[in-house]
């Protein structure tokens, strides 16, 4: 026997509950906090590609059009999203005290010096190959700090033993991954030689460091010389990239 197909006259008692849904008003669907979040994720911004602009540079700007951090950094006045790196940081190991003398290697555009004066920094001296704008409180020199003058250039400013050492300096690379680790471990190692010739007893040294972290030399030193060191990567460094922070606490010795 043929089946009859379904009634579709309304029920009699509209409204009560009918399996999971309600009949009559319809209910209105309410938007959870983490899907609100989420929505800012979903508005993502494409940029298209203009004449003699090359791929890499198109996806370079769709990525900072899209970074939060980027956005953060531009609603707190943050010359660069870095700054939220050394937030971090010194969330987590407590870096940064009142009245605190800092040198900060490889400042442009300024984000870090930006964050160590917020944090209650009496002064920082800042260097980088590039220009700075200046920000009050600091002293910043345009100089390649690979240069061999540039050491006593920063202690000529300081006029006492820092008590921490920041270094976010970073090799300009040049494709071929050998020659690109080689010019950061100079880097890593110049800085650290910095830090552990000037910093006061019980300073701090932080530096930017890739490809799995310090050399084994230098982290050995490093170990002998302060009480604590260990890596760490902030959430603000892109998830994508190869760098993590070396963060070497309470300087005890200056051992070679």
Same mark, same amino acid.
């Given at each position: 026997?043929?089946?009859?197909?379904?009634?579709?006259?309304?029920?009699?008692?509209?409204?009560?509950?009918?399996?999971?849904?309600?009949?009559?008003?319809?209910?209105?669907?309410?938007?959870?906090? %983490?899907?609100? /979040?989420?929505?800012? +994720?979903? *508005? #993502?911004?494409? $940029?298209?590609?203009?004449?003699?602009?090359?791929?890499?540079?198109?996806?370079? *700007?769709?990525?900072?059009?899209?970074?939060?951090?980027?956005?953060? !950094?531009?609603?707190?006045?943050?010359?660069?999203? =870095? !700054?939220?790196?050394?937030?971090?940081?010194?969330?987590?190991?407590?870096?940064?005290?009142?009245?605190?003398?800092?040198?900060?290697?490889?400042?442009?555009?300024?984000?870090?010096?930006?964050?160590? &004066?917020?944090?209650?920094?009496?002064?920082?001296?800042?260097?980088?190959?590039?220009?700075?704008? %200046? $920000?009050?409180? =600091?002293? *910043?020199?345009? @100089?390649?700090? &690979?240069?061999?003058?540039?050491?006593?250039?920063?202690? !000529?400013?300081?006029?006492?033993?820092?008590?921490?050492?920041?270094? /976010?300096?970073?090799?300009?690379?040049?494709? #071929?991954?050998?020659? /690109?680790?080689?010019?950061?471990?100079?880097?890593?190692?110049?800085? =650290?030689? @910095?830090?552990?010739?000037?910093?006061?007893?019980?300073? #701090?040294?932080?530096?930017?460091?890739?490809?799995?972290?310090?050399?084994?030399?230098?982290?050995? +030193?490093?170990?002998?010389?302060?009480?604590?060191?260990?890596?760490?990567?902030?959430?603000?460094?892109?998830?994508?990239?190869?760098?993590?922070?070396?963060? =070497? &606490?309470?300087?005890?010795?200056?051992?070679?």
């Amino acid at each position: 026997m043929a089946r009859k197909p379904p009634s579709h006259r309304p029920r009699a008692n509209k409204g009560k509950m009918s399996g999971s849904k309600t009949e009559g008003r319809k209910r209105s669907r309410v938007t959870s906090k %983490p899907e609100q /979040d989420d929505a800012t +994720r979903l *508005l #993502h911004t494409k $940029v298209k590609t203009a004449s003699g602009r090359k791929i890499s540079s198109k996806l370079w *700007l769709e990525r900072q059009l899209n970074d939060p951090y980027v956005r953060k !950094a531009k609603e707190k006045g943050y010359r660069s999203r =870095a !700054a939220f790196k050394l937030e971090e940081l010194d969330d987590k190991f407590g870096l940064l005290k009142p009245g605190s003398l800092v040198v900060d290697l490889g400042c442009a555009p300024g984000g870090w010096v930006q964050i160590a &004066m917020k944090r209650g920094a009496d002064r920082v001296v800042g260097i980088d190959i590039l220009p700075v704008d %200046p $920000v009050a409180g =600091a002293d *910043l020199i345009e @100089f390649d700090f &690979m240069d061999d003058s540039a050491p006593r250039r920063i202690k !000529a400013l300081l006029g006492a033993a820092p008590d921490i050492v920041v270094s /976010d300096l970073a090799a300009n690379t040049t494709g #071929h991954r050998q020659t /690109d680790h080689l010019k950061t471990v100079s880097l890593v190692e110049a800085a =650290a030689e @910095f830090a552990m010739e000037t910093l006061r007893p019980g300073g #701090h040294f932080v530096t930017k460091v890739f490809q799995g972290g310090a050399e084994k030399v230098l982290l050995d +030193r490093l170990k002998r010389n302060f009480q604590k060191v260990q890596h760490a990567k902030p959430e603000s460094s892109r998830k994508g990239s190869p760098e993590v922070y070396l963060v =070497a &606490m309470n300087l005890q010795s200056r051992e070679p």
